[in-house]
């Protein structure tokens, strides 16, 4: 590969493998996230490129990507929007401060690092945005209302864009849109005993490797939505085009949900009780 390609949130969980697998896939990667030591540390044996980053900062966004097209003769070639939190409860349950945050972090972040990139790709005449969105991207996940409505207006904003650029004739520059299933990240390690997270267990608990894998080859060969299994993706969206059936196999996915908990308990060897219900949202809003 040539260029520069920008990872937000990479010190760690999704977006330190997705780092790690484009660097071996001979990506330059540049690490971002809010937290400028560990970043660094993760950059070390990928090149030692970092930068602290808060993604809900649009000049911010726009001087890492000018950086990063500077940074090899490639210029900018892909750019990651990998930053997320998570809040679980019922939609009713946070305050105005978590549901700001959530979609602030969760749309506006990924939205100012997508302009931020597209403002030189646009000129270039080539290039690649990325975005983690997850399956509740998709549907509605309950448990996780407000977090799945700022993914859902993610995804929205991702196709459009894309519409956008074919529209203005610019078909070297993509954007893609990767829905994973539940990731066994620090944002799913302390809520085994949450009921509010119930939706993040109810189909196949993948590892951050396999995720960035497959990012590393959606990288390679844009897609406008590509979900993780495939099969996850069929099923939630014949879900979501019947909602009533959905609300009807509300008990299916809670029983679902809880056996998915406890399989993963048994898998980590895990013997410390989660921290039930978590109204408020993981404390960095970095990664995924």
Not at 147 to 157: G, I, P
Not at 254 to 262: E, L, M, S, T, V
Request: proline content about 6%.
């Amino acid at each position: 590969m040539t260029g520069a390609a920008v990872v937000t949130g990479a010190a760690g969980g999704l977006g330190r493998a997705v780092a790690a697998a484009l660097h071996a896939d001979g990506w330059a990667v540049l690490l971002t996230d809010l937290d400028a030591d560990a970043v660094a540390a993760a950059a070390a044996p990928l090149g030692g490129w970092s930068r602290a980053l808060d993604v809900r900062d649009e000049a911010a966004c726009a001087a890492v990507a000018a950086e990063a097209a500077a940074g090899t003769r490639g210029g900018l070639g892909l750019w990651v929007n990998n930053a997320g939190i998570l809040a679980t409860g019922p939609s009713w349950t946070h305050d105005a401060a978590t549901r700001r945050r959530l979609i602030e972090v969760n749309t506006l972040g990924a939205i100012n690092g997508t302009l931020a990139a597209l403002e030189i790709m646009r000129a270039q005449g080539r290039g690649h945005v990325l975005n983690v969105v997850s399956l509740a991207g998709l549907i509605a996940a309950p448990g996780e209302t407000v977090y799945a409505a700022s993914k859902h207006a993610l995804l929205a904003f991702s196709l459009g864009t894309l519409s956008d650029l074919r529209m203005a004739g610019l078909r070297g520059v993509h954007v893609s849109c990767l829905c994973p299933d539940g990731i066994w990240t620090p944002m799913l390690h302390d809520r085994l005993d949450d009921p509010g997270a119930l939706a993040s267990f109810t189909g196949s608990m993948l590892t951050p490797e396999r995720v960035a894998a497959r990012a590393a080859r959606l990288a390679r060969r844009p897609r406008p939505v590509v979900s993780l299994p495939r099969w996850r993706g069929a099923q939630v969206r014949l879900l979501d085009a019947l909602p009533r059936l959905a609300l009807a196999l509300t008990p299916v996915i809670r029983a679902a949900g809880r056996a998915g908990q406890r399989r993963q308990r048994r898998r980590t060897g895990s013997t410390e009780p989660g921290t039930g219900p978590r109204p408020g949202p993981d404390e960095n809003p970095a990664r995924l």
